[in-house]
């Protein structure tokens, strides 16, 4: 049977595993069994997929990234380098925590910037901004852009990762793609 993606010959790739056309996996990553990968994602140096790991089409995953069982990336998601999922909320190296791990399900088009850290049992809203070394610690709605340790919301983003400046009437337009957005008290949408 033919591969349909590209793997590294340092990849571990193991059994039962699903990935999609045009997908790409790089030098001493290792995909663990019953994952899926979707269609021309892009898997830096040094990933490791946890099983049961779901990650949609198009997520680019930067060198250096766990992604843990428990975990599902929709389409479109960045996962910068060195940013940290976790699994479990209080961790105990003499006691097995295996059948208590959480479940984080992070959005359509949303980024995770470099160091950041997601605690698990935490979502994340389709196209929010998680900034460089931020720490979440609750649900992140979609389009918030959130900074630092905890992670504390500054704004909002457009789906081109603009960030987003309303007006009198609640509307605000991304510079590059014009598309509209409607602040709605605490939540923003795109309208056209």
């Not at 500054?154 to 509307?171: A, P």
């Amino acid at each position: 049977m033919e591969k349909h993606y590209y793997s590294h010959e340092t990849a571990v790739i193991d059994d039962q595993v699903t990935i999609g056309k045009g997908t790409k996996i790089w030098h001493f990553s290792h995909i663990m069994s019953n994952t899926v990968i979707g269609e021309n994602c892009n898997l830096g140096q040094n990933v490791v997929v946890s099983p049961e790991v779901i990650l949609g089409n198009n997520v680019k995953v930067q060198n250096n990234v766990s992604i843990y069982t428990g975990v599902t990336c929709e389409d479109d998601v960045f996962l910068g380098p060195s940013m940290v999922f976790t699994n479990v909320n209080n961790p105990r190296s003499a006691i097995t925590r295996r059948g208590l791990y959480l479940k984080t399900i992070v959005g359509k088009g949303a980024t995770i910037g470099a160091n950041a850290t997601i605690v698990c049992g935490h979502n994340i809203g389709e196209f929010a901004f998680i900034g460089a070394g931020a720490v979440v610690t609750k649900d992140i709605p979609p389009y918030a852009l959130v900074v630092g340790n905890p992670a504390k919301q500054l704004g909002w983003m457009s789906e081109y990762g603009h960030r987003l400046k309303f007006d009198t009437n609640g509307i605000a337009i991304c510079p590059e793609s014009r598309q509209e957005y409607l602040l709605e008290g605490k939540k923003v949408r795109r309208t056209k």
